[in-house]
């Protein structure tokens, strides 16, 4: 099975593929975000992988509006625990480092430690990409945030590890595919919605899931296009569409939203602390 990311070889999606599939599925590098989405959708790669939130970071707001863009589902969540390095050109030594380069998420998680250090950060358009920058630079001022896994594939220095703000750093990544799966055993559920901009309207639309205890773990609000100050509303709950509390839920749903699309039911992935 062919599973796309965005990024270089060694990027963090590409180290959660191989963690949820396992090694025997071939992954598919892709520049964009946009591009997995695309590659998915016209069966070049029977499934994609992106990032969809951080711990430390916050929500990426991209794939959010991606996922409304295209027709495909969600078909499973991991949760990859992120240990950033700091990484080098071959003989580099943390003295000498004045600008760190990674993707803008990778500079968010590790903030402190860049402020710390007194260098300079510079985004660039993914982790594993910012390896390969520095090593054209052949400079060693220069550095980079990114996994070990990437830095042992390109032969880079490891100069410092685990240097995120917070130990708790975790990415919840999502598997997306052209057919939706029903889920056996624990699962969740997306979905996204728009409502009439109205007083009470958004905790009518909540109330469905708390009249039946479900368990809502995430709610997010984008823009609508075309339409300023109003939003969309994305949902992650407990459960999946194959239970009767859900599928009533999202019926009583249904008659407060202008529109409602179910983006998928999957298996959720629990931490060992139970959390998910």
């Not at 396992?22 to 994609?48: A, H």
Request: charged share 20%; glycine share 6%; aromatic share 8%.
């Amino acid at each position: 099975m062919k599973v796309a990311f965005q990024g270089e070889r060694g990027a963090y999606s590409e180290n959660a593929i191989l963690a949820y599939y396992g090694r025997q599925v071939t992954t598919v590098p892709c520049e964009t975000f946009e591009l997995v989405f695309t590659t998915v959708q016209e069966g070049v790669c029977e499934r994609g992988l992106v990032p969809i939130e951080n711990s430390l970071a916050g929500s990426v707001h991209r794939n959010y509006d991606l996922l409304l863009k295209h027709q495909l589902s969600i078909t499973g969540e991991y949760h990859l625990r992120v240990r950033h390095c700091l990484v080098g050109i071959p003989g580099a030594t943390i003295p000498e480092i004045k600008q760190i380069i990674s993707h803008p998420q990778a500079l968010a998680q590790c903030e402190g430690f860049v402020h710390q250090l007194g260098a300079t950060a510079s985004p660039a358009y993914d982790t594993a990409g910012s390896l390969k920058i520095i090593l054209e630079k052949a400079d060693r001022s220069f550095a980079a945030i990114a996994s070990r896994q990437a830095a042992e594939l390109y032969q880079m220095e490891i100069l410092a590890e685990g240097i995120e703000d917070d130990p708790a750093n975790f990415t919840r990544f999502l598997t997306i595919s052209t057919q939706p799966e029903i889920p056996t055993g624990i699962a969740k559920t997306s979905i996204v919605f728009t409502l009439k901009n109205i007083p009470g309207a958004l905790y009518k639309a909540l109330s469905v899931f708390a009249l039946r205890d479900i368990d809502l773990t995430k709610i997010e609000s984008r823009p609508l296009i075309g339409k300023p100050w109003e939003y969309l509303f994305y949902i992650d709950f407990a459960g999946s569409v194959a239970e009767k509390s859900v599928s009533r839920a999202l019926e009583n749903l249904s008659e407060y939203a202008l529109t409602l699309r179910l983006l998928g039911s999957y298996p959720r992935h629990l931490l060992q602390n139970g959390s998910a």
